[in-house]
């Protein structure tokens, strides 16, 4: 037997607590002996269960007809069998032939229902991946790009490597990065699709080459393991509530000697003279706000646990501010801006902040604003980097 | 591994542009099952590069591919070679398969084609689905009309031989 044979291409288990059966990776056996354990999990499962049992296949890249056709008729003798159990199969939108493929079983069976699981893969999904978001992107790239262009030597970016930025958002870092560094090919991966149209539309536009886009889950990705040298993941990981998992992920896909870079904020820092103390409340309750839907824009001095937890060595952390003297201060400005509109907008509307606390929030942006534009005024927003290498 | 040469197109169809093209034993490519699976993995690769998503793209083009492959590995010709081209002609991927099979086989395919454009096709692949029977070539055929909307062809290929066709409108499943 050679080594592929030997390699668990998939694996299937059952989880009681939360009546959970689960199929990953990728299922293409000659014969359906070769599922014997998995498909007697499987009966085992619905023996067990009452009223419904999951079936989650997110994580199944691949399987086969002779497969899926072995799963099925489990599935369905079952509804025949037992006409009070119900199956909900989870498909994600982001392996295309799942939803299709299982999507025919409810059509066999009213007792099995297919989901596909999108949306809320986090709390705060719906603030980022809609539309308002993708001018705050817009200029705080432009604003950090002038330091991470600098930076980034010191954390794996050289040219003609093969690298990845996953979160990419609306591509921007991927376009300076392609024209600063030329890595020979870099894949940018998001889940929403609004920004990758328009990343992709900059691409067709300028004549960008070298770039790939595509859309998927940043915690469950299609892209095949150890093919990245470096890969990058910036102000993304604080937006989860589980960056482990995150991590793992982008672990996985860097190559072994390679290095995952990621930035992170801690918001509560950022400051500005004058009117420190309004501005130092305001950015506490920023803080407070994402807290409440389960962000941690605080995460950034964490990065350096995270990474060792995660299995990085060698790592390296630096941090860089922001400011208003970076170069055309209304930039800088116009960040607050953004932020004010969705954080004392959308966000603390949603929270249920009254107009007081609005008022008093919206005061420290003014006042950072105010900072930011004042002749002899400082304004700053601190941004930690940090950067692990894979055990080779 | 060689890249196809450019064919001349009868006058009214569109032009499929050849991407690339492999050849093998047939005896080879059956000796191990797993070739279905490197096949068509490093083909969908290949050809998805320059896709709009290429990662989505590789996995549904790998996903149909595959599906092939298995069925050409069913071939009861033990002789001859099994050629896999592909090519392309805006969203839609070609894939030409031409597999050796005996008599028998040639008229199987003329029917399961035929079966696969009829208007019941979906209804064939359900009850198929709900069924005892592992999928027989003929379902698996089915199942890349019903869900990746492919259109299925052949064609006469020299002797002991058929050629499938089958167009996939891959991008258009994307999101
Ligand atoms: C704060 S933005 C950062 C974007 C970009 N890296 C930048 O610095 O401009 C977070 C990004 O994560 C994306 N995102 C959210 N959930 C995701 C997921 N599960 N998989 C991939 N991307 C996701 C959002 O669409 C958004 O573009």
Known sequence: MSPYDLLPRFKAQYDANNQEFSISGVIRPQAIDELGPSLALLRDAIGRVRGVLYINVRRLTQMNNAAFHAFSRIIIDACRALPD?????????????TSRKFGRLSGIEPNITVEEYDSEFYPGQGFLEEGGFVPILRTQTKLTWRHERTILPRHGMSPGIVMADICCGIGDFAVLVQKEFQPSRIVALDH?????????????????????????????????????????????????????????????????????YITNEKNSHCLGEPRAESIRWTYNEVAKLFAHFE????????????????????????????????????????????WADVYAGDMASRRGDGPEFVARFRQGFQDHIFAALHPKGYAGWPIWVASGRRPQ | MLMGSVRNEPAGEPTFEPMIQIDMEIKAFVSAWKHCDYVSTYMARMISQNRSDSVRHSNLFSSAFNELLEVAFRTRHTDGELACRVSRHGATDRIELTIPCVPEERQFYQE????????????????????????????????????????????????????????????????
């Open chain 1, 85 to 97: 159990l119900k199956f909900v199969v989870i498909t994600s939108s982001v392996v295309g032939w």
């Open chain 1, 295 to 338: 962000m941690d824009v605080e995460l950034g001095p964490k990065s350096r646990r995270y990474l060792i937890e995660a299995g990085f060595e060698d790592i390296r952390v630096e941090t860089f501010m922001v400011t208003n003297m970076d170069g055309d201060p209304q930039d800088f400005a116009d960040v607050i801006v953004a």
């Open chain 2, 112 to 175: 399961a084609v035929s079966h696969v454009a009829g208007f019941e096709a979906r209804e064939r692949y359900l009850n198929s689905v709900s069924g005892d029977l592992a999928p027989s070539r003929e379902v698996v055929l089915l199942e890349l009309a019903v869900d990746y909307n492919a259109t299925l062809s052949v064609e006469e290929a020299e002797s002991d031989a058929i050629k499938l066709v089958v167009d996939l409108p891959l991008e258009g499943l994307q999101h």
């Open chain 1, 192 to 260: 929403s699709i609004s920004s990758l149209d328009y990343a992709r539309r900059v691409m067709r536009e300028f004549d960008i080459r070298g770039i790939e886009y595509t859309y998927g889950d940043a915690s469950e990705m299609l892209l095949d393991e150890a093919q990245f040298d470096l890969v990058t993941c910036r102000h993304s990981l604080q937006i989860f509530n589980r960056p482990e998992l995150i991590l793992k992920e982008l672990y996985r896909i860097c190559k072994p000697g390679g290095r995952v």
